[in-house]
């Protein structure tokens, strides 16, 4: 996107470079990486990057600011896993962009959707570092986000992940770790934190502790980084040694709850120009022509409010579709108005849509921070890696400025 910098990359790459890059990650990640990388990282001017973090904060703050927002998502947890003792204010954010082309030529970022859960913090930050050291890049390029550099962003995601505990005493969270592609990205922590992937169902549970093996020993948790996501404990009926609604003695970085509080659920209560329109489904049924959306159905996504790696999206839905949501359940759905996304970025391959995840840190009592970019490129309908397999230059991607 930004020139001379995506010229002179296309015109300099090799196929014997990617793969070395392919194998750098592999040793530093001490895995496989099994979801695909992208050949290329994303050049974007600094005035870009800080565009998409402010208006993502901007959102956040909208939400999190509004107590009619707050009193109607606590009705999103699940009974079942509404958990108490709930942070304030999540510690994690993840806001995803997309680019739009104005009617003057300008871009502008669209949002795709919100999630108060944590992305690859670790990964993304190693991937980065990657491109530049493999390729030759300038070594001034700038990946990390709201004035932080590398040692700065480490500190930052310490204090959120280990809040001064231990970490022997700090654990990740994580249903089935090893099989998980996100398994790279557990590997950095336990190598630069040293805190332990443990999986939820070897959890211990004494009274209102809770305990983990590690070598030999039975350690207890003060503070769990979570990534179990409950979408993945419902679809595999897991049987957990711990209940949810539990009063346990224990410390959430990302506290569960926030998984559902800020959602796809969040959009139709968003006012600003880059949220398209978006109405719950029980809602439009209601009151259809006063939804705001087109009627003309090519141009709407129906999308459930909770599923795992755009599971359930459909594009175009017919009245068939739609009527086949039993009615207690169009609460659960949206009705959304589907953006078409510029496809920016120049490859060998032709233009290539990115799609940009701005990933934000929130240590209790402090301000929100942006972090860190993961950018994801794609020809496909969707973005995500599984919607683009067989295909070469797209997947997860690197956002890198130039100083200055």
Known sequence: MLQPYRDRFNAQ????????????????????????????????????????SQTGAH???????????????????????????????????TVDFGLVRNSDGTLSPKLVELQAFPSIFGYQDILCRQYIETYNLDPTFSW???????????????????????PENVILLEIDPDHQKTLPDFHIYEDKLGIATVDITTLIKRGNR??????????????????????????????LPFDYRDELD????????????????????????????AVFLDEWYARPSLSGLPEDREKL??????????????FAP??????????????????????SFEPVIVTPHGLTQAEIRIMYLWPNGEALQPAIALVRLGRGLMMGVDHNRNQLWVGGSAALCPLG
């Open 13 to 52: 790459f090799t196929s014997s470079k990617y793969e070395e890059l392919l194998a750098h990650l592999n040793r530093r990640t001490r895995t496989s990486v099994d979801f695909r990388v992208a050949e290329t990282p994303c050049f974007f001017p600094n005035s870009l990057m800080e565009e998409f």
């Open 59 to 93: 959102l956040t703050h909208q939400l999190l600011d509004n107590p009619a927002y707050l009193q109607a998502s606590e009705q999103c947890v699940p009974a079942r896993y509404r958990m108490p003792n709930e942070n304030p204010q999540p510690n994690f954010m």
């Open 144 to 166: 990390h986000l709201g004035g932080l550099n590398e040692q700065t962003y480490w500190q930052l995601l310490s204090k959120v992940i280990l809040n001064n505990h231990a």
């Open 210 to 239: 809770l305990f983990y093996h590690r070598d030999g020993r039975e350690i207890p948790i003060h503070r769990i980084y979570n990534r179990a996501i409950v979408d993945e404990l419902e679809r595999n009926n897991i049987k």
């Open 250 to 277: 224990v410390e959430w970085a990302g506290h569960p709850n926030w998984y559902f509080r800020i959602s796809k659920f969040s959009l139709p209560y968003l006012d600003h120009p880059s949220v398209p329109k």
């Open 301 to 314: 996504l129906l999308k459930p409010l909770y599923s795992f790696a755009g599971k359930g999206i459909q």
């Open 318 to 339: 017919t009245d068939d579709d739609l009527n086949a949501i039993p009615p207690d359940q169009r609460h659960l759905y949206l009705l959304q108005q589907r953006v």
